[in-house]
């Protein structure tokens, strides 16, 4: 295989534009986007998030509406569905008797993305 220094290379910059940002500014930025699209897309599917805010950083896993199944196969479909035909990466998984979606939030995110999820979420329910 051939080594590509690349992340090597970026991530002095990347450090950088961190800190130019502020990296409380960025964490709670972060922070505050997925804790607001969490629930917003929580209540759109009806169910409920149980893990404390405390416990969240930027990344948290929400309930699926029930409809969409339960089982590791079907989660890939999703999966597969969303990547190839609306252009969304996102990891659902099955969970307790039903699937869920693990939903993260960067600097670069708005809440217009979380509602492209939903609304590709929607059309599949």
């Not at 990296?23 to 409920?48: C, F």
């Not at 996102?90 to 008797?97: D, K, L």
Request: net charge negative; glycine share 8%; charged share 20%.
């Amino acid at each position: 295989a051939t080594h590509d220094p690349t992340n090597a290379l970026a991530a002095p910059e990347g450090v950088a534009f961190l800190r130019d940002l502020g990296e409380q500014n960025v964490y709670g930025h972060n922070h505050a986007l997925i804790w607001h699209a969490g629930h917003v897309l929580t209540k759109r599917w009806g169910g409920t998030i149980s893990t404390p805010e405390s416990w969240i950083g930027c990344m948290m896993a929400i309930p699926l509406p029930e409809s969409l199944g339960s089982t590791r196969p079907e989660a890939q479909k999703l999966r597969d569905a969303l990547l190839y035909e609306d252009h969304i990466e996102a990891a659902p998984f099955p969970h307790g008797g039903r699937l869920y979606i693990r939903i993260s939030a960067q600097i670069y995110n708005e809440m217009s993305d979380f509602e492209r999820l939903g609304a590709a979420i929607d059309a599949r329910v």
